[in-house]
C-alpha cells in the first residue's frame, strides 16, 4: 500500500495494534516495556477470510525508537467490524 504515512485508516489500525498489544502484556502481568505508538512506516493487505493487514509500525520501547511487525485481521462482515491482533513482534 502505498502513501500509508498519511493513511489516517492505517495509522488508526496500527495505533489499535500497540494498544492491544499493551493490553495482553499487561493482562498477562507484565506492565513493563509499554510500547508507546509513533506510525506506520508500511503496510500491505491480503484478502483472507476477511482482511488481514500486516503492518510496520514505529513505537517507543523504554526510550527508544524501534520497528515491530504486526498482523491484524479485519472481519467486515461481522456486524462490529471485529479486529483482531494475530501477531506483534519486534523486527529483527
Known amino acids: 500500500m502505498e502513501d500509508v504515512e498519511q493513511d489516517k485508516a492505517m495509522q488508526a489500525l496500527g495505533r ?4 492491544e498489544h499493551n493490553k495482553n502484556k499487561k493482562n498477562n502481568g507484565n506492565i ?3 510500547i508507546e505508538f509513533s506510525k506506520v512506516v508500511r ?3 491480503q484478502i483472507v477470510s476477511g482482511i488481514k493487514y500486516i503492518l510496520t509500525i514505529e513505537g517507543m520501547e523504554n526510550g527508544e525508537k524501534r ?4 498482523v491484524i485481521l479485519i472481519k467486515p462482515w461481522s456486524k462490529s467490524g471485529d479486529k483482531e491482533l494475530l501477531s506483534f513482534s ?3
Open 67 to 70: 520497528m515491530f511487525n504486526s
Open 16 to 19: 489499535f495494534a500497540v494498544e
Open 90 to 92: 519486534p523486527t529483527q
Open 32 to 34: 513493563s516495556n509499554q
Open 43 to 45: 503496510a500491505e493487505k
